[in-house]
């Protein structure tokens, strides 16, 4: 992107669609000329389920943009977020046998590696690739350790990789609207760079994004993004655990969470009832806010115990990691479900968020403008697409 001139980066979720147009100084700090948010269609499960309605979403707003900054855009990056992405942790290795580590030796490995992956994930595309740590016999290093003598080097790599269908569909949508993709980024990812330039001495930490049907697991260790894992359950549970416990219909439960302060109402008597205005379908009942306040605590503790406490699949990546970020896409259940969780061990109140959309939204956009700008230590694919094999740009920003 030129200094000093609009940028544009958009946001794809299954509810909100957000635009940001920012502009880069001198030093690469930037500043927001422009923010929108907008109900979502045709997006389910992060995935564009019609081409047809998406695009015209879009083209409208930015086209409304367009007119209002009076600038044409011709290129853009997009924050995307499907489920199920391949997340894939390999180690590579090299006998050294006291001589030095080279450029070429770790050339080598990275052409063994990906060659492997290729050929066995040919429906998917590379979109992240981390180097995940770096050792020389048997010694962490932050760096790559060229030009250091040793007996065995050995580095770890993290490959994140997206339906090939996905991609297409998100491409195709914006050549629709006369735009060119500068690059795709998974929406996790810019999540924990803005946490980890918030908080630079934190560099293994923990997201757990709660959303309406699904649960996303996101760890990073050692400022490297290593671990993605979806479940397709989530906030939904809570509400149909109300419906059936209490015999209220799942738009009564909405709308009594939306409205309601569980705080507010057991500290101030707990012994209190729900209103009679929340039976719109329902017969009227004696339910106390408390037992609403256990289902919700109890569901939640649960979901946490099985996506995070008993999750196998975190067992190594765990240790040392003990910072949990907790994000509420539904902001209309904020405060009551970060009041249901105060007293779960595993989570700091100051680390829930989620209390509104600007928020949520600046989670992505903090950590993109880094990316887009200065590129990430640990992130070995290029900022753009050249004419050159992804492998070779992939040196060139390893190296330098």
Not at 119 to 125: F, M, V, Y
């Given at each position: ?30 500043k927001i000329l422009k923010n929108i948010l907008i109900d979502s269609e045709g997006i389910k499960n992060g995935r564009i389920i019609d081409i047809e309605l998406v695009t015209k979403l879009i083209k409208k707003n ?7 900054l009076n600038f044409f855009f011709s290129k853009v990056s997009v924050i995307i977020n499907p489920n199920n992405v391949n997340c894939i942790n390999i180690s590579g290795y090299k006998k050294l046998n006291g001589s ?37 016999d048997s010694d962490n290093l932050e760096n790559l350790p060229i030009g250091l003598f040793g007996e065995f080097y050995n580095q770890n790599m993290t490959f994140f990789l997206v339906n090939k269908n996905v991609l ?233």
């Amino acid at each position: 992107m030129k200094l000093n001139e609009p940028y544009l980066i958009t946001v794809l979720n299954d509810r909100k669609i957000i635009f940001f147009v920012i502009s880069y100084d001198e030093k690469k700090d930037y500043k927001i000329l422009k923010n929108i948010l907008i109900d979502s269609e045709g997006i389910k499960n992060g995935r564009i389920i019609d081409i047809e309605l998406v695009t015209k979403l879009i083209k409208k707003n930015i086209n409304s943009i367009e007119d209002e900054l009076n600038f044409f855009f011709s290129k853009v990056s997009v924050i995307i977020n499907p489920n199920n992405v391949n997340c894939i942790n390999i180690s590579g290795y090299k006998k050294l046998n006291g001589s030095q580590v080279s450029k070429e030796d770790i050339t080598y490995i990275l052409n063994d590696i990906k060659t492997m992956i290729t050929s066995n994930e040919d429906r998917h595309s590379l979109v992240h690739l981390f180097n995940s740590s770096f050792s020389l016999d048997s010694d962490n290093l932050e760096n790559l350790p060229i030009g250091l003598f040793g007996e065995f080097y050995n580095q770890n790599m993290t490959f994140f990789l997206v339906n090939k269908n996905v991609l297409k569909n998100v491409k195709l949508v914006f050549n629709n609207c006369g735009l060119n993709i500068d690059r795709i980024i998974l929406k996790p990812f810019v999540e924990g760079i803005n946490f980890l330039k918030k908080n630079q001495n934190n560099k293994n930490f923990t997201i757990i994004k709660l959303e309406n049907n699904r649960i996303n697991i996101s760890l990073f260790k050692n400022k490297s993004y290593v671990i993605s894992q979806d479940f397709n359950f989530g906030i939904d549970i809570i509400i149909k655990d109300i419906s059936k416990l209490c015999s209220l219909k799942i738009n009564e439960v909405e709308i009594l969470l939306k409205e309601i302060s569980l705080m507010e109402a057991i500290n101030y008597d707990t012994d209190s009832y729900l209103d009679k205005k929340f039976f719109s379908i329902s017969p009227y009942r004696k339910i106390k806010h408390q037992l609403i306040l256990d289902i919700v605590k109890a569901r939640l503790d649960e979901l946490i115990e099985i996506c995070y406490e008993k999750n196998s699949n975190l067992n190594y990546f765990r240790k040392n990691n003990n910072s949990i970020y907790v994000i509420i896409e539904r902001i209309e259940y904020f405060q009551n479900i970060k009041f249901a969780l105060q007293n779960n061990k595993f989570i700091n109140q100051e680390l829930i968020l989620g209390k509104n959309e600007q928020d949520i939204s600046l989670l992505s956009l903090n950590g993109a403008v880094e990316l887009i700008s200065k590129g990430w230590e640990k992130e070995a694919i290029p900022l753009f697409q050249s004419n050159k094999s992804i492998i070779s740009t992939f040196f060139s920003r390893l190296f330098n």
